[in-house]
């Protein structure tokens, strides 16, 4: 059913879901949403699947015309969504009507905004998952980001007799400064103790040169013991790698397979999830965790994750 016609496009918004696994040793990036959570708990407010596909947006929301009665849902950066010009609460289940115009305020911290709809989005499936891949140009709606006069299509489904809301203390405050925890990378030992030490006692800056892709960070310089590069080896979302230049680099969502710089270390999957909320001039500091520590952090993440769907409370 068409559910959206998109009068304008906002900066970057394209349909993801939570990505395609299973394809990196052909070369084929994951994607998926950039804050996996926000989709999920978006998800779950219209009692999709975590999984399913919705509308990932970027630092400048779109305007969508609304083509037929349909419930949504609207998580992520903190930002004033507006029907027909009144703001509307995040967070929650929301009723649409027909010729309802959806609209997005500035984002006042975060960088990414999820819309979901009952059923989910209709996206063609390319090796199993709706993502988009803009620079494979496959997945999604022709392979792009949104642009205007598209139609945004969902898949049919009941409507639901009651409307839910996150509990407050689930849902995520996002500022401008992200404090993450990773363990040491798999090439941790070409780098100084003085470099290790300097990544995880420095705050650094996020970028103009930050997207699906990655971050290039600005900060203090990591040190390495010799060389700077590596026989490209598999580099997962999460990875930070340091080139020559003593500057890191956050690996993201969409990232090639492999990579030949050193990775000093490897973020933990729920702050790769927190991360993808940043944005140019946000300010990132890196915490030492042993691997058990990041697998009991992965535990209580997966519980919370699984668990959402429980945990939601009836909107008044």
Same mark, same amino acid.
């Given at each position: ?8 496009p906002?900066?970057?918004?394209? $349909? ?7 394809y990196?040793k ?7 949403a ?5 989709l999920a ?7 999709n699947k975590?999984g ?9 929301g ?7 009665k349909v ?7 903190a930002?004033?969504?507006?029907i027909d ?12 009507e ?7 305020s500035?984002?006042?911290s975060?960088c ?9 989005i ?12 803009v620079?494979g140009?496959?997945?999604?709606i022709?392979g ?9 299509e969902?898949f ?15 849902v995520?405050k996002?500022?401008h ?5 990773a363990v040491l990378?798999?090439q941790a ?5 003085e ?6 006692s ?13 971050y290039?960070?600005e900060?203090?310089l ?7 590069d ?8 999460g990875? $930070? ?8 680099i ?23 999830s927190?991360?993808?909320q ?12 042993? $691997? ?17 769907n429980?945990?939601? $409370?009836?909107?008044?």
């Open positions: 059913m068409k559910v959206f016609n998109v009068t304008k906002g900066f970057f918004t394209t $349909v993801q879901d939570l990505g395609r696994y299973g990196l052909y070369g084929v990036p994951i994607s998926g950039m804050d996996a959570f926000s708990a978006a998800n779950v407010l219209v009692r975590p399913d596909a919705g509308l990932e947006i970027t630092l400048i779109p305007e969508l015309l609304v083509l037929t419930q949504v849902a609207i998580t992520g950066a930002v004033s969504p507006k010009g009144q703001d509307v609460p995040m967070w929650q289940t929301l009723n649409l027909e010729r309802d115009v959806v609209s997005f500035r984002m006042e975060g990414r905004v999820y819309i979901t709809v009952r059923g989910g209709e996206a063609p499936l390319v090796l199993g998952s709706r993502s988009t891949y620079r140009e496959f997945g999604g022709n792009r980001q949104l642009r205007t006069g598209d139609i945004v969902g049919e489904a009941e409507p639901l007799d009651a409307l839910y809301k996150m509990p407050e203390e689930l995520p996002f500022t400064r992200f404090q993450v925890q990378g798999p030992d070409m780098f100084t103790e470099g290790i030490d300097t990544f995880f420095s705050e650094y800056r996020v970028t103009p040169e930050a997207d699906r892709m990655g290039r960070l900060g203090p990591i040190e390495h013991k010799g060389k700077a590596i026989v490209s080896d598999a580099l997962l979302h990875s $930070v790698q340091v080139p020559k230049n003593g500057k890191p956050v690996i993201m969502r969409d990232a090639q397979t492999t990579g030949g710089y050193p990775k000093i270390a490897v973020i933990v999957t729920p702050d790769v927190l991360l993808g940043a944005k140019p001039n946000d300010v990132i500091e890196f915490s030492e965790v042993t $691997v058990s520590q990041a697998q009991e952090r992965l535990r209580e993440y997966s519980r919370l994750f699984n668990g959402l429980r945990m939601l $409370v009836k909107a008044v």
